[in-house]
Every structure is written in structure tokens, then in C-alpha cells.
């Protein structure tokens, strides 16, 4: 009986720990300048500044705009210091929408991915305090070109002499994963080994209501990740920081809409606006992140930070992220605290029937948020429209899979007045 007991013990254990959730926030170069970074760099884990472009060859553009923000005394770097051992890694971006169109070539031959590797390890050497690199192909083509992906950080790996976080993205239900998963090396190790995060952009689909980044597409991105037997605790849930005009796919920045109707800040159940602007209110963000927590994800995922509203404001996502992350901590400890002191202070018996209705509990939890039957059958949207951004304006990065608001294209309507 005892060395049930024990078993219990352990298992109990496990069904409590787990690592803290990953927060990744993307910055793009056009914030640089508006973000408050001592707010972003205290909110998140993981930063990565927005981007530079490959070449064909094997070169980088386009660093410059990264550089001045990586010098000592820039905003983000004395952000850094004041954080001290709590400050966020530091990653960037390589590509991106707008940015990809030379990934297939400089990585389809050794030549060139063995010198944008030699380039990236002088990078770090000079730059200590960037923890890695983001690989943000818009997207590759098919297996040949994801395998060449994992040759790259391969060799990045060997010419970086330390540790880094590498990190990638791709689009769920767009027939991605059934490409990369199977990939091997010849050395047998898996497509998904050689990086540390893989981001799911799941707000890159309309529903049939055309809503984007439902509960419903959570459950089906994360469901198709599970279903190709790959390792959960590498993927991150994407999560926008805009909303899309249901009629007319124009996309606006979280900040303007709540901005545009104030009273929204304060009702955190309404997904909504007047204008017919579908977005992520502070309830269901909480929920992402829930379910990220309870489905062993890595993390969460941001495009994009500079959408937030500030701290000062009360009414910023990223703070009901972090606090959501804190409560489950803080649960989990609880829990743990709690079944560890009844398992002591019972007999055998009793602490059978306690860990028993926790087991129990856990069960229901598991039972109440399984993926329906239904969740995964709902027919593939029709693409929206796509929004005409003035010339003069910036680009902003990572658009869509083709059928989706885009990370770059979340925030049109608001840069279009702003930035």
C-alpha cells in the first residue's frame, strides 16, 4: 500500500508541475520609436524585433533600423539594464512578410547557408545579449525547401559556438505540417528538433461567420499539431493584437478600437465593436491562454506588441496576459502545496480518496475542454478582401496565409492614420 502511496505521490506531482508559458512578442521596426519598452520588456519572456531580409546569396539587409536599437543607451537597451536578470531574451527576425521572397534561395545550397551562418555568428559575438534568431519564411513550398530550413539552423547552430533559442512560424489547416513534420535529417533527427518554438499564426482563417482567431480555431490548430504526434511543449499559440471588420476585412489595431469606443475597455466580455469589428477582448485572451496552459503549450505568441494600449490605461492585453499567467501559477503551486500536505497528514486511506477527486477534477477539466467532432468539420471560409493601404504608408510585415487577417496586415486601418 505504501508503494502506491508513493506512485500516487509522483504522479500527483507531475499532473501539477509544469514550465512557465512562454510569452513571445514581435516589435516591427515601424514601433520602434512609439513602444514603451521598460512596459513590453517587463510583460514578456521573448522579444523579437521585426525584421531583416535574406538575400540570395546568403547576406542580410536591412539591419540598420535593428542595429541602432541594439547600441548601448537606446531606449531598449537601458530597458535591459533596468530589468536586469528578469529582462526578457532577446530575438530577431529573419524575413517576413514582404521579406522572404530570396529565403528558397539562400538556403537551397550550402554555399549560402554556410555564410549567412558565419554572418549570424559574428552577430552574436558582437551582440551577447541577443539570445537568437527568428526564421520567419513566408512559407515555404514543400518538403525540399523545409528541409533546407532545418539545414539552415543547423548550421547556425554549429557557427553560433553557444546556446541560442531558434524559433520559426507557419500557418495551421494550410497543409504546412503535413510537409514539415516527416522531415528528417539523414542523422534521423526530426524537422521540429533543431528549434526550441514553433509559432502558430492561428488568427490567419475567417470562420463561416468570418471571425477570426476563434476558440474553435485554437482547438483545431492545436488538434492538428497533436495529431502528427509532435511535441507540444515546442508550440506556441499565435495571438492578435487587432480585430477585422467582418463586412469589409479592414483590420484595426486593438488600441484604435478601443480608442474608437472607449466603453469596450471595461466590457471584457463583448467581441465587437459598432463599426462590425471583430476582436479579442480580454476574456477570451484570458481563455487563450488557459488553454495554451492546459494543453502543455510552450507559449503564447503576439503580433503585434505596439497594437497594445499601455500599462497606464488598465485596459492592455499583454497585462491580462501576464496575469492570467501568474493566476495558473500560482493555482498549480496551490494545488501542489495542498496535496502534498494532505498526503502527509492523512492516512493512507484517506490520502487515496483526496488524490483520488483531484485526479478526478483533473479528468473533468480534460473532458470539459476536448476538441468536438464538430470544432474540426466546420468548412474552410471564403477568403476575405483584401484592405488597399495608402502608398506612402509602411510596410508592415507578415501578411496572411491568404484567407486570413496577416500578422503585417493586423494593423492597416491603424497605421494608416498613425505611423
Known amino acids: 500500500m505504501m508503494r502506491c502511496l508513493l506512485l500516487l505521490l509522483a504522479y500527483a506531482s507531475r499532473v501539477c508541475e509544469s514550465r512557465d508559458l512562454a510569452i513571445f512578442a514581435y516589435v ?8 514603451n519598452w521598460r512596459d513590453v520588456c517587463d510583460g514578456v519572456t521573448h522579444l523579437v524585433m521585426f525584421s531583416v531580409q535574406p538575400t540570395a546569396d546568403g ?38 512578410a514582404g521579406r522572404s521572397e530570396h529565403f528558397a534561395e539562400a538556403v537551397a545550397s550550402g554555399k549560402s547557408r554556410k555564410r549567412l551562418a558565419k554572418l549570424l555568428a559574428t552577430v552574436f559575438e558582437k551582440l551577447p545579449f541577443i539570445a537568437g534568431v ?4 513566408e512559407s515555404p513550398q514543400n518538403q525540399n525547401e523545409w528541409r533546407d530550413l532545418g539545414k539552415l539552423v543547423k548550421d547556425i547552430r554549429n557557427a553560433a559556438g553557444r546556446q541560442l533559442i531558434v524559433t520559426t512560424t507557419y500557418h495551421p489547416r494550410s497543409g504546412a505540417i503535413e510537409q514539415f513534420a516527416n522531415v528528417k535529417s539523414k542523422s534521423g533527427s526530426k524537422f521540429v528538433d533543431y528549434f526550441d518554438y514553433i509559432h502558430a499564426m492561428a488568427y490567419t482563417h475567417f470562420d463561416p461567420d468570418r471571425k477570426h482567431s476563434t476558440a474553435a480555431m485554437d482547438r483545431a490548430a492545436i488538434e492538428e499539431w497533436y495529431h502528427m504526434g509532435l511535441p507540444l511543449d515546442k508550440l506556441t499559440l499565435g495571438v492578435p493584437f487587432f480585430g477585422v471588420q467582418r463586412k469589409s476585412g479592414e483590420a484595426k489595431g486593438y488600441s484604435s478600437i478601443i480608442d474608437t469606443e472607449p466603453s469596450l475597455a471595461d466590457r471584457v466580455g463583448i467581441d465587437e465593436s459598432k463599426d462590425g469589428t471583430y476582436f479579442v477582448n480580454a476574456r477570451s485572451m484570458s481563455q487563450k491562454v488557459q488553454m495554451a496552459s492546459k494543453r ?58 483526496v488524490f483520488s477527486i483531484i485526479l478526478g477534477a483533473v479528468m473533468l477539466v480534460k473532458v470539459m475542454t476536448a476538441t468536438r467532432p464538430r470544432d474540426l468539420l466546420q468548412p474552410e471560409p471564403l477568403p476575405p478582401k483584401p484592405s488597399r493601404a495608402k502608398a506612402s504608408e509602411p510596410s508592415e510585415g507578415k501578411p496572411d496565409a491568404s484567407s486570413a487577417p496577416a500578422e503585417g496586415d493586423g494593423d492597416k486601418a491603424e497605421d494608416n492614420a498613425d505611423s
Open 134 to 137: 527568428d526564421l520567419d519564411w
Open 28 to 35: 516591427p521596426e515601424y514601433r520602434f520609436s512609439s513602444v
Open 296 to 353: 502543455g503549450l510552450g507559449g503564447v505568441m503576439i503580433w503585434e506588441i505596439g497594437q497594445d494600449k499601455p500599462f497606464s490605461s488598465g485596459a492592455s492585453l499583454l497585462q491580462n496576459i501576464q496575469k492570467t499567467v501568474r493566476e495558473g501559477r500560482s493555482l498549480e503551486s496551490s494545488l501542489r502545496e495542498m496535496i502534498l500536505t494532505q498526503l502527509h497528514a492523512f492516512g493512507e486511506d484517506q490520502a487515496i480518496s
Open 59 to 96: 547576406d542580410l539587409r536591412g539591419f540598420d533600423a535593428l542595429g541602432n536599437m541594439f547600441k548601448p543607451g537606446s531606449p531598449l537597451r537601458q530597458a535591459l539594464q533596468e530589468l536586469g536578470p528578469q529582462a526578457p531574451r532577446i530575438l530577431f527576425t529573419i524575413g517576413g
